[in-house]
């Protein structure tokens, strides 16, 4: 059963604290992304990889980070650093380009609330 | 990002009507764009693609119109069932930059009326 899986889908942290968020994908993926999103509002950019071993910053990567030692795992780590971290976290992957195609898949999200 | 701030523009149906959600894009570079469906809570879904060497393309009760020439992208539900409220994002790429992330819209809120 082939997808995106993110966990957990909800998470409660201490303000001050560092989180990570998991994303695996098992469909041989090159890309993956992370996108944050508030309530009513659309989705920003944090962080994306196109290759294992290496990453670029998004819209809004500032207080966040990530790694991709593996193809199929591109975990977010949410630090002390993010000065609102409560909301809604989205990651998705892409194939390399097929045909002039970029679709990305979606995971489910992980709701994160500070306390 | 052009998202902060900012609340999402609502479009009110009445069941079996059909819904007309507009999106406007600004790379003129851009040949590849995409709609998806977000349900409440949920990551969005895939709806319907469409190239740049088309300019219409149908799905089942979807239609997405493509405008070039104003850069301006259209996703038509035909006979809106409840089930379709969800927000609705377009989003463009350049595939030419090879796996660039998408450049999602602000999205817009669909609302159906039973």
């Known amino acids: 059963d082939g997808g995106i899986t993110q966990s957990p889908k909800y998470l409660f942290r201490k303000e001050g604290q560092n989180v990570t968020l998991s994303c695996e994908q098992n469909?041989?993926?090159?890309?993956m992304y992370w996108y944050r999103q508030d309530p009513g509002q659309g989705l920003r950019l944090i962080y994306y990889?196109?290759?294992?071993?290496?990453?670029q910053k998004g819209d809004i990567a500032e207080g966040y980070s990530v790694s991709r030692e593996k193809k199929e795992s591109f975990p977010l780590t949410v630090t002390s650093a993010q000065k609102n971290p409560t909301a809604f976290y989205l990651c998705?992957?892409?194939?390399?380009?097929?045909?002039?195609?970029?679709?990305?898949?979606f995971g489910p999200g992980t709701r994160l609330t500070v306390l | 990002g052009e998202n902060v701030g900012l609340h999402l523009p609502t479009l009110s149906v009445q069941e079996g009507d059909n819904s007309i959600i507009n999106c406007a894009y600004s790379?003129?570079?851009?040949?590849?764009f995409i709609w998806y469906k977000q349900e409440s809570g949920k990551g969005p879904q895939f709806i319907i693609d469409?190239?740049?060497?088309?300019d219409k393309r149908q799905g089942q009760r979807v239609t997405v119109l493509l405008n070039k020439t104003v850069k301006h992208l259209s996703l038509q539900i035909a006979a809106t069932q409840p089930g379709d409220s969800a927000v609705y994002f377009c989003?463009?790429?350049?595939?030419?930059?090879?796996?660039?992330?998408?450049?999602f819209g602000k999205g817009t809120r669909l609302s159906v009326i039973a």
């Open positions: 998705a992957s892409s194939p390399q380009g097929l045909a002039g195609r970029n679709e990305q898949f």
């Open positions: 469909l041989n993926h090159d890309a």
């Open positions: 990889s196109q290759i294992v071993n290496d990453f």
């Open positions: 790379n003129s570079a851009s040949d590849y």
């Open positions: 469409i190239r740049s060497n088309m």
């Open positions: 989003a463009e790429n350049e595939t030419s930059s090879g796996n660039t992330p998408l450049v």
